[in-house]
């Protein structure tokens, strides 16, 4: 093996080490220095996560051997604040922070390279270059709306356009509810100290490697490993076999094995697991293990999975079916015969993949206690636990799920891929072991979007009432079951959208092929059969030569409302929410035919312009504007916050502690959205001191109280709810002890701003006195608990009819797009996106959630699809499966709206998931009044807009030729 | 599954006379420019390099030079260098283009001019992992025996898919390369062929120096097909030089990129002044149809590549004819 001594200069200190020749810049960086701030998001120079300066120049560090940065001089993120979170951050990196320019973090270090490149090349540039030049960066969770607008705070500083108190200062709030409270986990992001799981090393430690099915559907003949057991290196390959309990995970069935059981049923499907003392050795060894494959007849679609005599996939499920949920109100034959018109269409989805910037990665390791413990970025440990308790047949306490930071889930981490094998793998070596799943690895495996065809009848009265609305909805839940139970009940509660509808009749079913399996993502279900409710809308709205507006107006739901599940509902602000898009976003008023080019409300100051690729060193335009024509859709939405239809909880526990600050802990999961931050202000705000003085506890099963999953929207509304009840726990046995030694009432009390004072005196306290009062005075410990409960019911089992949500939220959406007739193309220019989100906690965290929402609902209305031949997945790395850059981004407009939960103690609802549900329909119904043309299978790919384009020419022509 | 960058030796030469010795010293040597293509694909178990030559460091292929007679690009030239020009943006208005359209500015600070005119073909068959393609019988490219794209074929279909070729093909460019032999210099467009597997003809102890083209001002463009802004290869692209003719009619040079193994000449006749518009730009349309062929090699129907290059090659020329020239 060669080997080569490499000089390099490194964040300003010089460096040589021997590598051996195969050593890419990133794992010099990561390995032998341990500057972790550089993370690989897809080793394929596609992400921008690993980008550093080499000599001065923005590099992606994954596609540099680093035998060529021998003598070079090398700059990571680290090195912008001085190697240390306790540095001076730069301007970008504290514009990053004030503008809430992270979420997840994943890919902020890279980002923050790209942008200080973007200034260093040209302090002055504009918005349009900057967009341009972070071209190569990705960003799953912001959209990329508040990273632009930190660059541009960061040049307008640097360029004494703004004072730079800007960056150093937060306003001072006194009322921490609804202030954009500058996000408390932001420093560690900006900075790359944070340590992901993938970035942590133990003494000890072995990597991992897994094998993997080739064949979509086959019994596994035998396995012989014994070659692979010679590889110098290797400590131990487990197989099924190595699984002491019941075998067996998943979020509503337990269908899928830690490892392939007898047979694989999709490609990708982990068959064995390679511990050794480094990479290279697992890998080798992971080649060298021979599995004979007997192959069986698959299934890759729906109608074949459920016609009779298809591959069986599962056993207990002869009939391919996951689930099956009904739901029935009213009469819908009787709702189409009032009808003065019924629309029949059929809809079709795509699978769509996550693209989390963090690939899966974990470790695994028991500790002294005996206690097997696996560390990763898990969005529901509470669950994994459970598990992993039967799994590996060991009593629940000494079974301990931790979550490290969450690169980014959007419902991609809920699956317990493979923590079960590095706990396995840990029991069985003794020693800690890590995984780290390649790109490749994480699209190929993971769970999918589950692609649905949805039949739709809508029977619609001459006034444009609905009468009746039919949904059969068909989804492809593939190998496995995950959460494919609970999309589909969600898909059909909330599929005929948040409309006074009599009549009602949705059928969905989840089959089981032998495709990647599909599971939970970002509105589980919501926005497949939303996305085709609201495209019939728009269609009914034609028929009748009525604006869109005004048909949701009609049968929109109000205070009263009775649900599809025949639920009541007392406070709804859909009629509210609709009017705000319709103000905010100039709406121009008029029958939802294709108007386009006739609107006048386009092309306003609002949007952004169209992206042509170097047309700012250009004279002339590159090429001719004709060919492209522009208009606007709108589509409405409604979620429910928290688990559906199951009761919901969550569990916090608070310490008043020294020096008047606090401890939170609760089993949160920060997964990109901010709520850390909202939990420490609803904790400042009910304990009456500051966020900056809120410690929250790190999840862990083992130290903190159960808030269940990180999904469903629920957090902010289960947790910070949970956390005000623990607060006001606390305060309650603090105030009296307080209130005794002042001898006054409790209720005389008030608390703000570290202060405790009593009402109408001049008796006033810091929290810090009080505390050493409370404890040392009157010998209390100030701690308290809570435990928020939403009291949902299950939905009957014939009529779906139930409570399934106490709180819901509802959307509404405008997009303006830009339509190529000449080439299919399509782009967003603007997005005008109102949505109810109950009181909101920190605006600036609500719009982050917002833009993100959009542009994953843009890339899936426009261009996101995973591909698959015989379940081969075919677009498994970021240059294949399409996602939205920095440059495919419209200009957000987000419009809160606030209708507090009368149910909850904080009133707060949640936005996490409902921002993307209407995006889709927007967009799909702004294409149609630009250019004329109704898609109804997504993505709306240009090769798909520009065959409806031909044929509507066609049609045209067509018809004039009968017309002669 | 991906694997990790395969172990091999790497040299980096000063002089081109260096690197030809050491490419001609070993089969297995093969040239490394940027790296932002071929290192992903050796991850991917693509190649059986044993010797990477890295020319960075060769001075003499660094140069860029815009005279009055000709600008002559050097091959290691990075991207960003010349998309930094704006004398090149200004008077070749499509070579500029094609660079800035090329991947990210992340990846232009390391890609080089001539690392993209040698680039590898590609195809969603071949452009995957070792256990990928293993696992679905390999391909005609590379260790296989069928072309999964056209299996009654017998050659690789991979689709050639740089972006500065086209340009430059349309500005009438030559190419340099040296051998052991000395230097030759052939005109860019004779520099492939239609192979996906066997695409350039060049010899492995041949490097690429520069390319170079006259330095005639010129009304040209060029424009790429993709789904999204930033990153991706061209679906297909398009580069049109459009110049006013002596008795006020146009010609064109049109080269296309992204559709066959190899970039595509396409020959057209001059618009002559009283010729009827429509027509010629009808014709021009259905010539470019018929004369690309573009094959299940991306993840966008082959179809709509056809139909889609045609439609904006029409459009570009139209625009550049509308404008007059320079």
């Not at chain 1, 550089?38 to 300066?53: P, R, W």
């Not at chain 1, 060894?285 to 074949?304: N, W």
């Not at chain 1, 006074?500 to 497949?528: C, E, H, L, W």
């Not at chain 1, 909850?904 to 409902?914: M, V």
Request: proline residues 5%; contains cysteine.
């Amino acid at each position: 093996m060669s080997e080569h001594l490499i000089e390099a200069t490194v964040n300003g200190r010089k460096v040589r080490k021997t590598v051996k020749a195969g050593t890419r810049l990133i794992d010099f960086l990561r390995d032998d220095l341990q500057l972790t701030g550089t993370k690989e998001g897809c080793g394929a120079g596609e992400c921008g996560t690993c980008s550093v300066f080499v000599d001065g120049k923005l590099m992606k560090s994954c596609l540099m051997p680093v035998s060529r940065a021998d003598g070079t001089v090398i700059e990571t993120v680290e090195n912008l604040s001085g190697g240390s979170i306790l540095g001076e951050r730069t301007a970008v990196q504290k514009a990053f922070h004030k503008m809430g320019a992270s979420q997840c973090g994943y890919c902020i270090p890279g980002m923050v390279m790209a942008a200080t490149a973007v200034l260093q090349d040209n302090p002055q540039a504009e918005r349009e270059e900057i967009k341009e030049r972070m071209g190569g960066n990705i960003c799953r969770c912001t959209g990329y709306q508040k990273i632009i607008d930190a660059v541009e705070l960061a040049r307008d500083v640097a360029n004494q356009i703004q004072p730079a108190g800007v960056l150093d200062t937060e306003e001072h709030h006194d009322d921490f509810i609804g202030a954009s409270v500058w996000r408390i986990d932001a420093p560690g992001k900006v900075t790359g100290q944070l340590k992901y799981a993938g970035d942590m090393v133990l003494p000890g430690m072995l990597e991992m490697q897994v094998l993997r099915s080739p064949h979509a559907h086959a019994r596994i003949v035998s396995i012989d490993f014994s070659s692979a057991l010679e590889v110098p290196g290797v400590h131990a390959v487990i197989t099924a076999d190595d699984v002491p309990g019941t075998d067996g995970y998943g979020v509503f069935v337990h269908d899928q094995p830690v490892m392939a059981r007898g047979k694989v049923r999709h490609v990708g499907e982990a068959v064995a697991a390679v511990a050794a003392d480094d990479l290279q050795a697992a890998k080798e060894a992971v080649r060298l293990i021979r599995v004979v494959y007997e192959q069986l007849p698959a299934v890759f679609d729906t109608d074949t999975a459920k016609a009779p005599g298809a591959p069986i996939v599962h056993d207990y499920a002869p009939e391919n079916l996951v689930k099956h949920i009904p739901i029935r109100k009213g009469d819908v034959d009787a709702g189409f015969a009032e009808a003065s018109f019924v629309l029949e269409h059929t809809f079709q989805t795509q699978p769509v993949e996550h693209a989390y910037l963090e690939p899966e990665a974990g470790i695994g390791y028991v500790d002294a206690d005996g206690v097997v413990t696996v560390h990763s970025p898990s969005q529901n440990i509470t669950h994994h636990r459970h598990m992993l308790a039967d799994i590996l047949d060991l009593p629940i306490n000494k079974v301990r799920m931790i979550m490290s930071p969450v690169g980014g889930g959007f419902g991609g981490k809920e699956d317990m891929l493979y923590q079960g094998m590095l706990a396995i793998m840990a029991m069985k070596t003794g020693r800690p072991v890590r995984l780290v799943f390649t790109r490749e690895e994480s699209i190929t495996v993971s769970a999918k979007r589950h692609p649905t065809r949805i039949q739709y009848r809508m029977g619609v009265a001459k006034d444009g009432r609905i009468t009746a609305s039919q949904l059969k909805c068909e989804s492809d839940g593939g190998a496995y079951g995950c959460s494919t139970e609970g999309v589909m009940r969600k898909m059909a509660i909330l599929g005929p959208g948040p409309y006074d509808i009599p009549n009602v009749k949705i059928d969905t079913y989840g089959y089981y092929t032998n495709n990647t399996p599909s599971g939970a993502f970002r509105t589980f279900g919501a926005m497949q059969s939303e996305f085709s409710t609201e495209v019939m809308l728009d269609l009914a709205a034609e028929k009748l030569q009525l604006d869109p507006f005004e048909i949701r107006r009609i049968n929109g739901m109000r205070n009263g409302a009775i649900t599809h599940t025949k639920q009541k509902l007392e406070s709804v602000s859909f009629q509210r929410v609709l009017e705000a898009a319709r103000e905010g976003s100039r709406w121009e008023s008029g029958p939802s035919s294709s108007r386009g080019e006739q609107r006048k409300d386009l092309s306003g100051t609002d949007i952004r312009p169209p992206c042509q690729l170097g047309a700012r060193f250009m004279s002339t335009k590159p090429e001719g504007e004709f060919g492209r024509v522009r208009g606007r859709g709108m589509a409405a939405s409604w979620y429910g916050i928290a688990r559906t239809a199951t009761i919901d909880r969550a569990g916090a526990w608070v310490e008043l502690d020294d020096g008047g600050t606090a401890k939170v802990l609760t089993g949160v999961t920060e997964i990109g959205e901010g709520i850390l931050t909202v939990l420490a202000q609803v904790a400042a705000d009910e304990l009456g001191i500051r966020p900056e003085n809120i410690t929250i506890g790190d999840n862990d099963t083992a130290r903190s109280p159960e808030a269940a999953h990180a999904g469903a929207t629920r957090q902010t509304y289960m947790i910070a709810n949970a956390v005000a009840l623990a607060c006001r726990n606390v305060r309650e046995r603090f105030d009296a002890e307080i209130a005794a030694f002042w001898e006054v009432e409790p209720d005389q009390l008030e608390a703000s701003n570290g202060h405790i004072r009593v009402r109408e005196t001049n008796k006033s306290m810091t929290m810090a006195e009080a505390v050493a009062v409370c404890k040392g005075q009157r010998g209390v410990v100030p701690v308290g608990s809570g435990s928020y409960t939403a009291p949902h019911t299950g939905l009957d089992p014939v009529d779906g009819s139930g409570k399934p949500w106490q709180a819901y939220v509802y959307g509404c959406q405008v997009a303006e797009v830009e339509v190529d007739t000449v080439t299919g193309e399509v782009q967003v220019l603007g997005v005008w996106a109102a949505h109810d989100v109950g009181r909101v906690i920190n605006p600036q965290g609500v719009e982050g959630q917002i833009e993100g929402g959009v542009v994953q609902g843009l890339g899936q209305a426009l261009m996101e699809d995973y591909q698959q031949t015989d379940g081969h997945a075919v677009s498994h790395g970021f240059d294949k499966y399409i996602l939205p850059t920095s440059l495919d981004v419209p200009h957000i407009n987000s419009i809160i709206i606030e209708d507090p939960d009368p149910l909850s103690p904080l009133g707060a609802k949640g936005i996490g998931e409902p921002a993307l549900v209407p995006t889709v329909p927007a967009i799909i119904n702004a294409i149609y009044d630009a250019a004329g043309i109704r898609l109804t299978s997504l993505p709306a790919t240009p090769v798909k807009v520009l065959a409806a384009l031909r044929d509507k020419k066609r049609m045209r022509e067509g018809s004039l030729e009968a017309a002669e | 599954m991906v694997e990790i960058l395969p172990n091999f030796k790497l040299v980096r030469p000063k002089t081109v006379e260096q690197a030809v010795a050491m490419l001609a010293r070993s089969e297995s040597a093969k040239l490394c420019a940027g790296g932002t293509d071929l290192i992903v694909n050796m991850r991917h178990g693509l190649s059986d390099v044993h010797t990477l030559v890295e020319i960075s460091q060769i001075n003499e292929m660094q140069e860029l030079d815009l005279d009055d007679d000709r600008l002559r690009i050097g091959a290691g030239v990075t991207l960003n260098e010349l998309a930094r020009s704006n004398e090149i943006a200004k008077s070749f208005p499509a070579i500029h283009q094609a660079c800035v359209a090329i991947a990210s500015p992340n990846h232009r600070n390391c890609a080089t001019v001539g690392g993209n005119l040698c680039l590898d073909t590609r195809c969603l068959f071949y452009n995957q992992s070792h256990w990928w393609r293993k696992s679905n019988d390999y391909c005609l490219k590379y260790r296989g025996t069928i072309c999964h794209v056209a299996p009654k074929g017998n050659r690789c279909r991979a689709a050639f898919a740089g972006d500065l070729a086209p340009a430059l093909i349309a500005c009438r460019a030559d190419i340099e390369i040296t051998g052991p032999q000395g230097k030759r210099v052939i005109a860019l467009k004779d520099f492939y062929r239609e192979d996906g597997a066997d695409h350039l003809k060049l010899n492995s102890d041949e490097i690429v120096t520069a390319v170079s083209v006259k330095s005639t001002a010129q009304n040209s463009a060029y424009k790429k097909i993709t789904v999204r802004g930033a990153l991706d290869f061209p679906l297909a692209g398009v580069a049109v030089v459009c110049n006013q003719t002596p008795d006020d009619g146009r010609s064109f040079s049109i080269a296309i990129t992204g559709t066959n193994s190899s970039p595509v000449v396409i020959d057209v006749p001059e618009l002559k002044k009283d010729d009827n518009r429509q027509d010629f730009f009808s014709a021009l349309g259905n010539l470019v149809k018929k004369s690309v062929s573009p094959q299940r090699t991306t993840t966008i129907a082959a179809h709509y590549r056809r139909l889609s290059i045609a439609a904006i090659t029409v459009r570009l020329a139209k625009t550049l004819s509308d404008e007059g020239s320079k």
